[in-house]
């Protein structure tokens, strides 16, 4: 300030400041469990209260209280975007000091964007954690993709007397839940009766004279007429869904057509007439058509001549002649017997379980991602067994655990966000050895040297932070074109 009459300017001050505000992101996340715990102790211990009091009669505090002083940071970055935003509305269009405090604009603006998504993404996390305890524990609640739209009570009409039943209904990103209430005042609160997919659903607006305000939702696995409250409520339900078919639609569009012209490709020019790469027995532990678990007994592997794939008797019990084998009879997979024959494989089997988060082959995020590779694993302190891991870049805060590199389900997942993460040596684990966090949640892995080790704990501390962008931006070309069990560089 004391040069400001010669050198009048606030720009290249903030620019030097303004990419120290991102860390201001960490702090934004844990503010309400920080208020909470201070409540909590304050409450609970007397001479803790007393302490605190005595700190805010202090002159220094002003006679604020320390909540106060703890949202100060939370409201400083907002507060220079006005000022910055504000500055820049009074400020000449040929003031020297424009350029640099456009710069710094930017760059607090991106600081005050990463620190919303932040708290968004930790409220959803929290929000997910709570639907999964009023479920009971319902499977692939907990995840960093999912994303709730709306919840819900609303009335189900019965299909054959149009009877009205009392649901909750939750709307995911991906998928709906249609739940019936429990009366119960801690733990279980509802108990899941459908689940549909987004994939495929449509709504409808119904006419009902014995019930108004009805609409349809129609999905592969269910058709439901449902009652809502009101005629806004009815149309807020509508539009949810709307949004949210549309949202999916735009996501899954571009891998879809992408997916399928390379399938076609492939299978109509490459399929029969040359010898597929055999994928090898131990790359996978289950059947790459049918995805069940395949044993030394009722359930062996056998390798489709076609297309290399590994799948179970029941998947391969099909021959065709293969010009690449002299037009000899092979044992060919069902895909590949339609595929070659033009003809549908005679015995179709209808999938029992619904595709989810977990169908996704290994090698499709082996090939993109922050980190892959063997590691050893416990959860909750059972036996230890060697798995295959991986950190996708377009899913970074996700940890998925294979059985081996060529499943094409995972095992299990493992959302990052929130986890704490613990590398001390203990002496019941084997050495190189990292325990993952969270609430009753326990994982365990273990590296084959502390070099690998500290390779995947660069990637994990940064994405139980939520900070994608570091991630993407941390990860170095080579990285993004293969799999490596090296992770990024620096992060």
Same mark, same amino acid.
């Given at each position: 300030?004391? *040069?400001?009459?010669?050198?009048?300017?606030?720009?290249?001050?903030?620019?030097?400041?303004?990419?120290?505000?991102?860390?201001?992101?960490?702090?934004?996340?844990?503010?309400?469990?920080?208020?909470?715990?201070?409540?909590?102790?304050?409450?609970?211990? &007397? *001479?803790?209260?007393?302490?605190?009091?005595?700190?805010?009669?202090?002159?220094?505090?002003?006679?604020?209280?320390? *909540? +106060?002083?703890?949202?100060?940071?939370? *409201?400083?970055?907002?507060?220079?975007?006005?000022?910055?935003?504000?500055?820049?509305?009074?400020?000449?269009?040929?003031?020297?000091?424009?350029?640099?405090?456009?710069?710094?604009?930017?760059?607090?603006?991106?600081?005050?964007?990463?620190? !919303? #998504?932040?708290?968004?993404?930790?409220?959803?996390?929290?929000?997910?954690?709570?639907? %999964?305890?009023?479920?009971?524990?319902?499977?692939?609640?907990?995840?960093?993709? !999912?994303?709730?739209?709306?919840?819900?009570?609303?009335?189900?009409?019965?299909?054959?007397?149009?009877?009205?039943?009392?649901?909750?209904?939750?709307?995911?990103? !991906?998928?709906?839940?249609?739940?019936?209430?429990?009366?119960?005042?801690?733990?279980?609160?509802?108990?899941?009766?459908?689940?549909?997919?987004?994939?495929?659903?449509?709504?409808?607006?119904?006419?009902?004279?014995?019930?108004?305000?009805?609409?349809?939702?129609?999905?592969? $696995?269910?058709?439901?007429?449902?009652?809502?409250?009101?005629?806004?409520?009815?149309?807020?339900?509508?539009?949810?869904?709307?949004?949210?078919?549309?949202?999916?639609?735009?996501?899954?569009?571009?891998?879809?057509?992408?997916?399928?012209?390379?399938?076609?490709?492939?299978?109509?020019?490459?399929?029969?007439?040359? &010898?597929?790469?055999?994928?090898?027995? !131990? $790359?996978?532990?289950?059947?790459?058509?049918?995805?069940? +678990?395949?044993?030394?007994?009722?359930?062996?592997?056998?390798?489709?001549?076609?297309?290399?794939?590994?799948?179970?008797?029941?998947?391969?019990? %099909?021959?065709?002649?293969?010009?690449?084998?002299?037009?000899?009879?092979?044992?060919?997979?069902?895909?590949? %017997?339609?595929?070659?024959?033009?003809?549908?494989?005679?015995?179709?089997?209808?999938?029992?379980?619904?595709?989810?988060?977990?169908?996704?082959?290994?090698?499709?995020?082996?090939?993109?991602?922050?980190?892959?590779?063997?590691?050893?694993?416990?959860?909750?302190?059972?036996?230890?067994?060697?798995?295959?891991?991986?950190?996708?870049?377009?899913?970074?805060?996700?940890?998925?655990?294979?059985?081996?590199?060529?499943?094409?389900?995972?095992?299990?997942?493992?959302?990052?966000?929130?986890?704490?993460?613990?590398?001390?040596?203990?002496?019941?684990?084997?050495?190189?050895?990292?325990?993952?966090?969270?609430?009753?949640?326990? +994982?365990?892995?273990?590296?084959?040297?502390?070099?690998?080790?500290?390779?995947?704990?660069?990637?994990?501390?940064?994405?139980? #932070?939520?900070?994608?962008?570091?991630?993407?931006? &941390?990860?170095?070309?080579?990285?993004?074109?293969?799999?490596?069990?090296?992770?990024?560089?620096?992060?």
């Amino acid at each position: 300030m004391s *040069q400001w009459e010669r050198r009048p300017g606030i720009g290249d001050i903030l620019e030097q400041h303004a990419p120290f505000l991102r860390m201001y992101a960490e702090y934004v996340k844990n503010f309400d469990n920080a208020m909470d715990l201070l409540k909590q102790w304050t409450e609970r211990s &007397a *001479q803790f209260s007393a302490v605190i009091q005595e700190v805010q009669k202090q002159d220094i505090c002003g006679s604020l209280t320390l *909540q +106060h002083h703890m949202l100060e940071p939370v *409201q400083r970055v907002p507060r220079y975007e006005l000022l910055l935003k504000d500055y820049l509305k009074r400020l000449p269009l040929d003031a020297p000091d424009r350029s640099q405090a456009q710069k710094s604009l930017q760059t607090i603006s991106m600081a005050a964007t990463h620190s !919303n #998504t932040a708290i968004r993404k930790m409220e959803n996390l929290k929000k997910l954690l709570e639907i %999964y305890e009023m479920l009971g524990g319902e499977e692939d609640i907990v995840n960093a993709s !999912n994303e709730l739209i709306k919840e819900g009570l609303i009335l189900k009409l019965a299909a054959r007397n149009t009877s009205a039943m009392e649901r909750y209904l939750y709307l995911f990103n !991906n998928m709906l839940l249609v739940c019936v209430p429990k009366f119960s005042l801690l733990g279980q609160r509802f108990t899941v009766r459908t689940r549909v997919g987004i994939e495929g659903i449509k709504v409808v607006e119904t006419v009902n004279d014995a019930y108004p305000h009805t609409f349809q939702v129609s999905g592969k $696995e269910r058709t439901l007429e449902l009652q809502a409250s009101s005629e806004q409520d009815k149309d807020d339900w509508i539009q949810a869904f709307q949004q949210t078919i549309q949202t999916f639609q735009k996501k899954n569009e571009t891998f879809k057509s992408a997916s399928k012209e390379v399938e076609e490709e492939v299978s109509k020019e490459e399929l029969g007439k040359r &010898a597929p790469r055999w994928i090898r027995d !131990n $790359e996978v532990t289950m059947c790459m058509k049918c995805k069940e +678990h395949f044993n030394a007994l009722t359930r062996r592997r056998h390798h489709c001549r076609a297309c290399g794939y590994v799948v179970c008797w029941r998947c391969s019990d %099909y021959k065709v002649a293969l010009q690449y084998d002299g037009n000899r009879m092979n044992k060919v997979c069902k895909d590949c %017997y339609s595929i070659l024959t033009g003809r549908a494989a005679s015995e179709e089997r209808t999938e029992a379980k619904r595709r989810g988060i977990l169908e996704i082959e290994a090698a499709q995020f082996s090939g993109s991602s922050l980190v892959c590779g063997f590691l050893l694993y416990s959860e909750k302190a059972r036996p230890w067994q060697r798995v295959w891991c991986v950190i996708p870049q377009k899913e970074a805060v996700v940890l998925y655990v294979y059985g081996a590199p060529q499943d094409v389900k995972a095992q299990s997942t493992i959302p990052l966000l929130g986890y704490s993460v613990d590398d001390a040596p203990r002496p019941m684990d084997p050495p190189s050895s990292f325990r993952l966090c969270q609430s009753k949640s326990l +994982h365990s892995f273990a590296c084959e040297s502390e070099e690998q080790k500290r390779r995947w704990l660069e990637v994990i501390r940064v994405a139980v #932070t939520g900070n994608v962008a570091q991630l993407q931006m &941390a990860t170095s070309d080579d990285l993004a074109n293969g799999c490596h069990d090296s992770g990024p560089a620096s992060i």
